[in-house]
């Protein structure tokens, strides 16, 4: 297991960790494999989609943001309601595909740390799985 | 492949289950592997989320109501479409890392069965695969 | 790795690919193992739920729309933001359990690729992971 370092500077972003990622995989020189990605917290997700476009992740943003808003109605009293709601809808673990040793993403596909209680100090694990011949 | 037993008392509810996960992985003298945990309804879900305050679990059940409400306006007759959709947004299955025989969450993190059409007898599946060297 | 597949014919569908995977392991011969489904695109998604009842799917693919209007009022300018939005809200890969060369599906569960900005080809990724004594 590979512990990766995330730091975000705002209280919701998404930040593309597609490269950090690929790098840690040739270093670790692995071949074909299942990589699962796991987030350890509570505030904060892991999504796949399109990076070219930054517009993409703002629209992704500000509609969970419109659907679960930052405000002082729940019950949590932390303030950050809205941060862990925005967690189990977007989920904390990815799997992917490794095939030659590079990740078998679809060619607009990047692989998002999604923050929701930023700025902090972030990690994500990395778990490598054979696959089967 | 195990499979775990939860019993829900609530149409809604989310059943903090790490224990029990925690308890098979031991008994089986699991070191290091990945865990996915599958649930076989599709009427419930499984979400990775805060355990210390219980406040953040009725804000996650209740922002989801809110956005799928419990009405009779939907096509499905059954009375449940609501927990159906609820199950796609969430999601019904997880992978979590293990390390040196323990499950690697973080600090708040616990695993929730979530119970979307209860009371009812339901069922998690636990598959466990190896990691590489 | 494995490639399908899938041919959607409308903007929003979900389309039920449980025979297609369970043909390619029953061809590849896989007795117990794990099954990782990956989409990699990134207007689509994957979901396990209810395939009885067309409505079902109906209500999902209704609410999601819901949810997430396909309007123009979004930063991405190509006319498909919702379409991401959903993509993330739903995700783009599932783990799924093999025994006995079967996929371990509930009694009621299919697995639907979700198309969001269709009528497209599409594919989706299989991996198969070993599972432990």
Not at 60 to 84: C, F, M, Q, W
Not at 97 to 126: A, N
Request: proline share 4%.
């Amino acid at each position: 297991m590979k512990t990766l370092e995330v730091r975000s500077s705002k209280r919701n972003q998404m930040i593309d960790i597609t490269s950090l990622i690929q790098k840690e995989i040739s270093e670790l020189g692995i071949r074909d494999a299942i990589c699962i990605l796991y987030v350890p917290h509570t505030t904060a997700g892991i999504t796949i989609n399109e990076g070219a476009d930054p517009a993409v992740v703002e629209d992704i943003l500000e509609k969970l943001s419109e659907l679960v808003p930052y405000t002082r109605t729940y019950h949590h009293l932390e303030g950050n309601a809205d941060s862990h709601i925005k967690s189990t809808l977007v989920g904390c673990s990815v799997a992917v595909l490794i095939e030659g040793g590079r990740l078998q993403l679809g060619t607009w596909q990047r692989i998002f740390f999604c923050e929701f209680d930023g700025p902090r100090r972030r990690k994500v694990y990395m778990g490598i799985s054979p696959v089967e011949a």
